[in-house]
């Protein structure tokens, strides 16, 4: 309590300000959080092996989500070319790695990606950097998968795609039910790849395929 001018105290609540003002989320760091969390999980963030930790799951988080300042449409534009050529078109067994929104926990496998041109193709290395641009975010596997299939549609009208990625996630691995040989398989099928069933199962079929060179 503080005391008026003529000596005598002053118990009005609030007149003593405090030293300094709590910061708020929105003032604190992103590594000033990540102290903190450090701290509510029982650690104490200033031994030795934890001292740059901050840091570093920053920089992690930060390039496990570059997805954001990506344009999936951008990226596709510069490798549209125009080809007289009308068979299906696969890039198989591409690697991908997310975070799951639910848990922040990531979940990983393999993409296959196939569509039927129409006049335009997409040049072979830009397929797994669509694929990391929509993996590099918080993610869903279903909306991953659908993402993929309609950027595709959007940029070249082709005449279908078809979009597979078969996936394990830590979140079923590591928690919850915790089993370790449950993966998750979800498909996208546009345009012929959806009508036709020819189509759909020739696609299916030579992505299961293995060639006896290990590709």
């Not at 105290?9 to 990540?34: C, F, I, Q, W, Y």
């Not at 990983?108 to 590099?136: C, M, N, Q, T």
């Not at 996630?169 to 790849?193: D, N």
């Amino acid at each position: 309590m503080g005391k008026s001018s003529n000596g005598k105290t002053n118990s009005r609540k609030g007149s003593v300000k405090p030293a300094s003002e709590p910061v708020s989320l929105t003032e604190a760091s992103t590594e000033e959080l990540l102290r903190e969390l450090l701290v509510r999980l029982g650690e104490d963030p200033e031994r030795e092996g934890l001292l740059r930790t901050p840091e570093r799951v920053e920089h992690a988080l930060q390039y496990l989500t570059k997805g954001y300042q990506e344009d999936p449409e951008e990226l596709l534009k510069g490798a549209l070319f125009t080809v007289s050529y009308d068979e299906m078109v696969i890039v198989k067994d591409v690697e991908m790695f997310s975070l799951c929104e639910h848990h922040m926990l990531p979940f990983f496998g393999k993409v296959h990606v196939a569509y039927i041109p129409k006049g335009k193709v997409i040049g072979l290395s830009k397929i797994p950097r669509l694929i990391d641009a929509f993996a590099r975010r918080l993610q869903v596997q279903e909306r991953l998968t659908t993402q993929i299939a309609e950027c595709i549609q959007s940029a070249i009208n082709p005449e279908g795609v078809g979009v597979v990625i078969e996936a394990r996630h830590l979140c079923m691995m590591m928690r919850g039910v915790e089993k370790q040989h449950s993966s998750a398989v979800t498909s996208s099928m546009l345009g012929s790849f959806r009508d036709q069933q020819q189509t759909r199962e020739e696609f299916l079929s030579l992505i299961r395929q293995k060639s006896g060179n290990g590709f």
